[in-house]
């Protein structure tokens, strides 16, 4: 077994079934209020991967409705290179096929489709019941990837993405689609070399594009991920005016890291842009061990072209979640998880950004959160939504957290007829 093959065994081990369950057991009680389907996309290889990012997307999903658990259902993303063992992501000519797709990222709703997205491809799209439809290209407008982490804006809708890694410049491209999911905007954005970009920051005026030195190294083609640290790339952030995205970008200097997820980040009143991460000292770095991600704040200061960099808790975290009504605003609550390895603990952590305090369950040895999805609560506060892998037992369930007490004990938790393997990112999606 080499380092990077942990991603086949133990709760990272795919499944080989796709199943349909109905009426699942729930132990406590289900709020009816949440209604709609809990979506969470993961790489769940065919046959082999050689990284933990590149194995198949699979989607598991539960159909929550009125109190009880409807359903449970898990599909692989269906694109056209599933099952293609020859299938490649360069053309013979260097261009890029952008239908060659793992899909295993993320799955996000905007204009009436539900979208399978990994950064590398088109999104491709699928349905509630996980079917899959096909690769989506806005129209034919879209001749690029596309971010597994767009951002919709709550006040005017529109979808804001960016996709890279062309090979060709511009390496980079920021896009947004109307709220009717018609791309309006497409912008280059000038970066100095192939930087892997996972994320990106919206706040109500600006988008923040993270430019930072982990980049494309051809060597390392056929060795899993073709990333690596460089230290003498150098760390900016790039701030693009939403109201004149052909207006440039202005760049700021940050010391050298990396980010995969952004919490959220605002612009204050006195016009500085504040963005909050999860951010590592190093990544991919030969001859350094892992760094470990943890919560930082940069505030960008157009005034002096400077930035101001914060830890804001010293333990480790990762897949960042707010209540995304208010994306892009000065938020008071961010969730994050802490998925312990080898027997560590784990723990689903709620921060008061406002205050700098925070409040945290602790999960039963062996139990390990994935990313926890804020679901908004009537008349209150809201919902944590996770899949939660037993080890001991080897299976998994949806576990159902009050937000406003996520030291308590889980308010329902769905026994899912198989283990869920630890994979990424997910949504809500209520009935419309
Ligand atoms: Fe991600």
């Not at 709020?31 to 993961?42: A, I, K, M, V």
């Not at 009717?180 to 954005?189: E, H, N, Y």
């Not at 083609?221 to 202005?250: E, F, K, S």
Request: glycine share 10%; aromatic share 10%.
């Amino acid at each position: 077994m080499t380092t990077t093959d942990f991603h086949l065994t133990g709760a990272y081990a795919p499944v080989h079934d796709e199943l349909t369950a109905s009426d699942l057991p729930v132990t406590g009680a289900l709020p009816p209020e949440l209604t709609g389907w809990y979506l969470r996309n993961g790489p769940n290889p065919r046959t082999e991967s050689q990284h933990w990012f590149t194995g198949d997307g699979m989607v598991h999903g539960v159909r929550l409705e009125g109190g009880r658990a409807a359903w449970y259902r898990n599909r692989w993303v269906r694109t056209e290179s599933f099952g293609d063992d020859d299938a490649t992501l360069y053309n013979t000519d260097g261009s890029r096929n952008l239908r060659t797709s793992v899909a295993n990222t993320h799955v996000v709703n905007h204009a009436g489709r539900t979208l399978a997205l990994v950064e590398s491809s088109l999104p491709y799209e699928i349905t509630t019941e996980l079917d899959t439809v096909g690769a989506y290209d806005f129209g034919g407008e879209l001749a690029d990837s596309m971010t597994a982490h767009p951002k919709i804006c709550p006040t005017t809708g529109e979808l804001h993405f960016f996709g890279y890694g062309s090979i060709t410049a511009p390496h980079v491209s920021y896009y947004r689609a109307d709220a009717s999911g018609k791309l309006a905007v497409r912008q280059p954005i000038d970066v100095p070399g192939l930087t892997m970009m996972h994320d990106f920051a919206l706040t109500a005026s600006h988008a923040v594009f993270y430019d930072l030195p982990v980049v494309f190294d051809r060597a390392s083609v056929g060795q899993g991920m073709p990333y690596r640290w460089d230290a003498g790339y150098g760390a900016r952030l790039g701030v693009l005016r939403r109201d004149d995205p052909a207006g440039g970008v202005r760049w700021f200097d940050v010391e050298p890291c990396y980010v995969f997820h952004t919490l959220n980040a605002h612009d204050t009143a006195d016009g500085r842009i504040v963005v909050t991460v999860v951010r590592y000292d190093h990544l991919w770095w030969e001859g350094h061990g892992p760094a470990r991600g943890v919560l930082w704040r940069w505030t960008l200061d157009p005034a002096t072209g400077r930035v101001t960099e914060e830890r804001l808790d010293d333990r480790p975290a990762e897949f960042p979640r707010i209540d995304d009504r208010f994306a892009g605003s000065d938020v008071r609550f961010g969730h994050v998880t802490q998925s312990g390895k080898d027997g560590e603990q784990s723990f689903l952590r709620r921060h008061d950004l406002h205050t700098g305090t925070s409040e945290e369950h602790v999960f039963a040895p062996g139990h390990v959160p994935g990313e926890a999805v804020f679901v908004p609560a009537e008349g209150g506060d809201g919902w944590l939504l996770t899949y939660v892998y037993d080890a001991a037992e080897d299976r998994s369930d949806l576990v159902v957290f009050d937000a406003g007490n996520v030291t308590g004990a889980p308010v329902a938790t769905v026994h899912l007829p198989q283990r869920v393997p630890a994979g990424f990112h997910g949504n809500w999606l209520p009935d419309a």
